[in-house]
């Protein structure tokens, strides 16, 4: 069974940075895209970054610029860098795959970003 782990949240002011980290485990991590989502209170969880198996990037416009998507298959972990950060970045975190993603979720990782 697939374990999400995200970690690295916590409360930031706007114009800092901050980076999160999610461990991943049993699955052979190499061989997955991964992505980043984020949830608002009130608001649809969303993809923010995702990253493919060979290393290609994509952002949703809303962070692209001042995020970055990294992984190490060497510590089946992914990261997610955030730069710049804004008010409206306040969410909980989350990693997943894209599209399929994994039907079992992480605990997520709280980032709030005051103004």
């Known amino acids: 069974q697939v374990q999400l782990v995200e970690s690295g949240g916590g409360l930031v002011q706007a114009g800092e940075s901050l980076r999160l980290s999610c461990a991943v485990s049993?699955?052979?991590?190499?061989?997955?895209?991964m992505g980043w989502y984020r949830q608002a209170p009130g608001k649809q969880r969303e993809l923010v970054a995702s990253?493919?198996?060979?290393?290609?990037?994509n952002y949703a416009d809303s962070v692209k610029g001042r995020f970055a998507i990294s992984r190490d298959n060497a510590k089946n972990t992914v990261y997610l860098q955030m730069n710049s950060v804004k008010p409206e970045d306040t969410a909980v975190y989350y990693c997943?795959?894209?599209?399929?993603?994994?039907?079992?979720w992480g605990q997520g990782t709280q980032v709030t970003v005051s103004s």
């Open positions: 990253i493919s198996i060979r290393g290609t990037t």
């Open positions: 997943n795959r894209p599209d399929p993603i994994f039907p079992s």
């Open positions: 049993g699955i052979v991590f190499r061989f997955i895209a």
